[in-house]
């Protein structure tokens, strides 16, 4: 179902599943994990599209992935994401449109960029993803304009149940899905001194979760990237000449510029100084902006969890539930 067909709202209740509405010609198809791109109609299709609209955020987690505690407060127009996806979407379709940031709420026109989203057509479905700790200020719009809520609960920083509670009242009074993800380990995202090992490099870009697996490709001022990371990663290294994202352009040829860029067996310029789905893993903690970057001075050999890189190496494609957090306990150290 798309806007045009429901007046602009909603294409799906807040229960439905991804792949489940009756007549969803999507259904069936590959949408994601590694090998090729499925294409129908002329577009190419994903379970997801990250629609990056704040970079900064009000938690300083450390090694997070998408680098907001040090990035400068910066988020994207309304107009600007419309723009985008409009144009996106004649050439790629997603199950759902992931909106996060940095911290997404933290955006002052949310309710428009949301509204934006949905006219654009890119996505069946609207997905939030964000801290919690601005839910309560959110107005009846957002909730309205909202698919599903999915909050990111981490340790110290967590919503108290009171504010759950209300979360959840205000969630089904509006059809909405919401969904409570606790985080209790983060792998380590990025190295702020790299490696020049170039097979090193492939090894971690052909076992990234997010570029190959979970294909979070991601949306940010003009661009789309194979994933987050490449996003961010070059704005704070520097990388000379460094130039991941594709521009999004009204052209005939895109959509075949696009399928080639995705499909893309060569690893990326960030992938230089990011660790994948590699990393070490650490218990999950909050880190001061001005000490954040410092905990990252390290060579990528020093910070690769081996062990699990050889896993994936043996086992190719395989689906880790994410690798940024797991919910079990590890050994101390």
């Known amino acids: 179902m798309n806007t045009a067909a429901s007046g602009g709202r909603r294409a799906a209740t807040g229960n439905s599943q991804p792949g489940e509405r009756a007549g969803d010609w999507r259904a069936g198809l590959p949408h994601s994990g590694p090998g090729p791109y499925a294409v129908a109609d002329g577009r190419i299709l994903t379970d997801g599209l990250e629609v990056i609209i704040a970079e900064h955020c009000n938690l300083r987690c450390r090694a997070c992935a998408y680098l907001s505690p040090v990035m400068p407060a910066a988020t994207v127009a309304p107009a600007q994401i419309q723009r985008d996806l409009t144009v996106l979407a004649r050439s790629y379709h997603a199950l759902e449109a992931r909106v996060l940031g940095g911290e997404p709420l933290l955006h002052p026109e949310l309710v428009a ?130 130039g991941d994202g594709l521009p999004i352009t009204d052209s005939p040829a895109f959509t075949g ?60 494609g395989t689906l880790v539930r994410d690798t940024s957090f797991l919910p079990a306990p590890i050994p101390a150290g």
Not at 203 to 227: E, P, S
Not at 288 to 312: F, G, I, K, M, S
């Open 113 to 242: 960029v949301l509204r934006a989203i949905r006219a654009s057509g890119v996505s069946d479905a609207i997905r939030v993803i964000t801290n919690g700790l601005l839910l309560a200020r959110m107005p009846a719009g957002f909730w309205n304009l909202a698919d599903e809520i999915s909050v990111s609960m981490y340790p110290g920083r967590q919503l108290e149940e009171d504010a759950i509670a209300t979360a959840a009242r205000t969630a089904e009074k509006h059809g909405v899905r919401l969904r409570l993800k606790y985080f209790h380990y983060f792998r380590e995202s990025y190295t702020e001194l790299g490696t020049g090992d170039s097979r090193l490099v492939e090894r971690i870009y052909r076992t990234c979760q997010m570029a190959n697996v979970w294909r979070c490709n991601t949306v940010l001022n003009g661009h789309l990237y194979r994933c987050p990371q490449s996003a961010f990663i070059p704005s704070i290294i520097h990388r000379p000449g460094s």
């Open 257 to 316: 510029r696009l399928l080639e860029f995705l499909e893309s067996p060569e690893p990326l310029d960030a992938c230089a100084n990011c660790l994948g789905s590699v990393g070490r893993v650490f218990r999950h903690t909050q880190t001061p902006r001005a000490a954040w970057r410092t905990q990252q001075q390290h060579h990528t050999e020093e910070l690769v969890d081996w062990e699990h890189l050889q896993t994936l190496e043996r086992e190719p």
